[in-house]
C-alpha cells in the first residue's frame, strides 16, 4: 500500500461549474458488456435525455443524448479506453434548452412505495452505469445471483488529483443519500458502510450531520474513515478493509455478500429515479500543472476537449505533455485533445514536462518495493523477468491475471521499470495464446 | 502540440537507483570513519585501493562490452568500500585492488551486471582472497598501532584460547579484526539509518538477528563459555552482515517472509560455523551459501495473492 502526494489542490475547495457543449461524440460503449442496439439514424432530430441506444443484452446499458440537435454521423471516433471506437456525432442546437427538464418528478412517499423491479427498471432506462471507473451498468449489480448482506459506498477517491467525487459529496449530500437509500433497499442490505478517506473530513462531516437527521431509512449506515492511502478505493481492497472477507480469484464482491458502488453512481440512482434523468452527464475533474485554473466541471457526456479550450473554459499556463484520461496512477494517456469525456471519465489530467518522470528504464535490482506495496499481494517483478524471457506459461503460475493494474508497483520501483506496461504484454500474450 | 503516450502510472516516486545506493553510501559513513579512527592510514589507503580495483574493473568491462558506463549507479563504489571494509587493515593494498577486481568481475559482471548476480560481490572478492592468501587474510593488528602489533581477533581468543574480550571494547571498536567490522556502535548508527529511512528492509537483519540469538542463547544456557548472545552479535562481522550485506537487495529474496527467513537462517549459520567449523568466524560463508539459496527460498516463500 501506498502513501502518494495527493496534490487535491485547489480544485478540491472550488465550486462545481456547468458547461454546456456545442457538439457530443457519444461512443456506443461507454460500459463494461455488449454495445447497445442504436435506435436513431443520422440526420434524426433528438432531445435532450432521449434514448439513442438500448441495452442489447443482460449486460448491457442505455445510452442517451447529452445534447438537443441533430445526429451528424455516425463513425468511428477517437476513444478514451478503446483508442477507436463507433460513436454518435450530434451537433447541439444554438437556442437548445439548457436545463434537462424532468418528465417526472417523484416525491419521496412515492419513491418509498415502489417495488425493487421498478427502481431497476428506472436505473437501467436511465443508462446509469458505475462511475468509479469500470463503467458496470449499475442494474447487473442490483441484481445480484446471490443474497448480498453488504453495500458499500465508495467515496475514497485515492487517486492523486481527483476531486470530482468529493465535491460532489460535499455539494449533492442528501442526494446521495436518498440514492444509497434507493440501493441499500433493492439489494435489501442490513449494513452500509460509507468509506471515504481521512483527507475529505468535511465530507464525513455532512455525511454524518445528515445521518443523524434520521430522515433516510439506513438504520445500519457507517461513515468509516480510513487512513489515506493507494489504492484504497480498489473493490477487493476496500471489501477487504471493512470486512475482512477476500473476493475470490476471478469472482466479484457479491460472491462474499458485497455490493461496492461509487458515491457518483449513487447520485445518478437517485437521479434516475427521482427525475427520470438519464446518465447525460456527470463531475468531472480538470487538473494539472499545465492548466491555468484546475476545475471541476459537470460536463455533459460526449463533450469533446478541444471544445473546452477553444472556448477557453480550460486554459493552458504552460504547454501540456501529457493528457490523461483519469487519475496519474491508471489512467490512460492519449495524443490528442480530440477525445469525448464518457460515462466513466473520472478526471483529464494535463501534465507538464516537469510532472513527468522520464528517467530510464535500468535493470531490476529485485528490492523488492514492488513486492511491498503491491495491494493484491502478487510478486510483480517476477512478472517483469518472465515477460522479458518469454516464459508466458509461468506467468499463470504468478497468479498474473489476479493483477488489477493499480500501477503501485510502476510508482515505487526505483528502477524506472514501467511494471503494468509488462504486466498488460503478459496478460495480452496469454489471452492470445488461450485463443489459439 | 505532441503529447506523450505511455501506460500508467504516471507518477512515480522520486528516488531511484542512483539515490539509494547514495543513501547506502551515507550509512557506510559512520563505518568508514570508525575504520579511519582506528587504524587510520592504513584504512584510508586500503579503502582507496579496494575501491580503484572495482571502479576501474567495472569501467574497464563495460567498456569492452561497449556498454554506457555503469559508475553513474554507485554499485561498484559501495562494493568497494563494502570488500574494504571486510579486510584485515595489514592486508597488502595491491591485494586490496585485486579484491575490488574480483568483486566485480566474477561477483558481479560475469552474471550479467547489476541485478543479476547470485552472490553478494564483495563478498565472493574476499572469499576468493580467503583461497588465494590465507595468511594475509587472517593476520590482524591492534587498533591505534601505528607499527602494527600483531593481535588476534575476539572470536579467535574465545575460540582458541577461551579468552573474553570486555563488551565494552567490542561495542565501541577498540579490537583487532576487519575494517569496518570492530565498532559496533558505528554499524548500528549506520545499519539504522538505512533502516528508518526505508533504504533496507528490516525483515532480513531482524530475522539474523533472532537466527544468532536464539542459537547463541541456547549454547549459552548449556555452556556459558560458548559465549553469550551479545558477545556473538557484537564481534566478527556480524552486524555489518546484518545491516549491509543480508539487507542486498540483489542477492536476497523478494518476498518479505523470504526475506526474514533468509536472514533467520543466516543468524543459525554463522553460530553453527562459529561453534563447529575450524574458523573462528562464519558471517562471509553464511551469507555466500544463504545467497545460493535465494532462488529456492523466493519459491518455496511466494506469497498468498488476496483472495486465493
Known sequence: ?436 | MKLIVEVSPHKKADYDICWLMKQVLIGLTPVVLASIIFFRMRAVLLIISCLLGAVISEEVWMRLRKKPSSLRDYSAVITGILLALVLPPKLPLWVGFLGGVVSIILGKQVFGGLGQNIFNPALVGRAFLMAAFPVMLTSWVEPFSLDAVTKATPLALWKFSKEFTPLKDLFLGNVAGSLGETSSLAIILGGGYLIIRKIADWRAPLGMFLGMSILSGIFYLVNPLQGSILFHLFSGGALLGMFFMVTDPVTTPSSKLGRFLFGLFCGFLVIILRKFSGLPEGVMYSILIMNGFTPLINRLTKPKPLGR
Open chain 1, 1 to 436: 500500500m501506498l502513501r502518494i502526494e495527493e496534490e487535491k489542490g485547489p480544485q478540491k475547495n472550488f465550486y462545481t461549474q456547468k458547461v454546456l457543449p456545442q457538439k457530443v461524440v457519444i461512443p456506443l460503449s461507454q460500459h463494461t458488456g455488449s454495445l447497445p442496439n442504436l435506435l436513431v439514424k443520422v440526420k434524426d432530430k433528438v432531445k435532450l435525455g432521449e434514448i439513442l441506444a438500448e441495452p442489447s443484452s443482460l449486460i448491457s446499458s442505455a445510452i442517451h443524448a447529452s445534447a438537443s440537435g441533430e445526429v451528424k454521423d455516425i463513425r468511428i471516433y477517437n476513444h478514451p479506453t478503446l483508442k477507436k471506437a463507433k460513436a454518435l456525432v450530434i451537433s447541439a442546437e444554438k437556442n437548445s434548452s439548457e436545463k434537462f427538464e424532468p418528465p417526472y418528478i417523484r416525491e419521496e412517499s412515492q419513491v418509498k412505495n415502489m417495488e425493487s423491479f421498478e427502481l431497476i427498471s428506472l436505473i437501467k432506462a436511465s443508462g446509469v452505469v458505475g462511475l468509479g471507473g469500470a463503467g458496470f451498468p449499475t442494474q447487473v449489480k442490483l441484481s445480484p445471483p446471490k443474497k448480498v448482506d453488504t453495500l458499500i459506498v465508495n467515496g475514497c477517491e485515492c487517486e492523486p488529483y481527483l476531486t470530482c467525487d468529493y465535491r460532489l459529496m460535499i455539494e449533492h449530500t442528501e442526494s446521495i443519500l436518498k440514492g444509497i437509500e434507493i440501493i441499500a433497499k433493492i439489494l435489501e442490505v442490513n449494513k452500509v458502510y460509507i468509506a471515504i478517506e481521512d483527507n475529505k473530513l468535511e465530507a464525513v462531516k455532512r455525511f454524518n450531520s445528515k445521518l443523524h437527521t434520521k430522515k433516510y431509512a439506513l438504520p445500519s449506515a457507517e461513515v468509516v474513515v480510513l487512513k489515506s492511502f493507494y489504492p484504497q478505493g480498489a473493490e477487493k481492497q476496500l471489501i477487504y478493509r471493512l470486512t475482512q472477507r477476500k473476493v475470490p480469484a476471478g469472482g466479484l464482491p457479491f460472491d462474499v455478500g458485497c455490493v461496492v458502488q461509487n458515491v457518483a453512481t449513487c447520485f445518478s440512482v437517485y437521479e434516475a429515479v427521482y427525475f427520470n434523468k438519464p446518465l447525460i452527464e456527470r463531475v468531472v475533474t480538470f487538473a494539472g500543472s499545465a492548466l491555468e485554473e484546475p476545475k471541476n466541471l459537470l460536463i455533459r457526456i460526449g463533450t469533446v476537449l478541444e471544445e473546452l479550450l477553444e472556448r477557453e473554459i480550460l486554459k493552458f499556463k504552460k504547454e501540456p505533455k501529457k493528457v490523461i484520461f483519469g487519475g496519474p496512477m491508471m489512467g490512460v494517456a492519449l495524443d490528442s485533445l480530440d477525445y469525448p469525456i464518457i460515462k466513466t471519465t473520472c478526471g483529464v489530467l494535463f501534465l507538464t514536462e516537469e510532472d513527468l518522470d522520464l528517467r530510464e528504464e535500468s535493470n531490476c535490482i529485485k528490492c523488492g518495493r514492488c513486492v511491498d506495496v503491491c495491494p493484491m499481494n502478487l510478486l510483480p517483478l517476477e512478472f517483469v523477468r518472465l515477460v522479458k524471457k518469454g516464459f508466458w506459461s509461468e506467468l499463470k503460475e504468478f497468479y498474473i491475471s489476479d493483477c488489477i493494474e493499480c500501477g503501485s508497483c510502476g510508482f515505487s520501483c526505483p528502477a524506472k521499470i514501467p511494471l503494468v506496461n509488462y504486466i498488460k504484454a503478459g496478460k495480452e500474450k496469454l489471452k492470445s495464446l488461450n485463443k489459439t
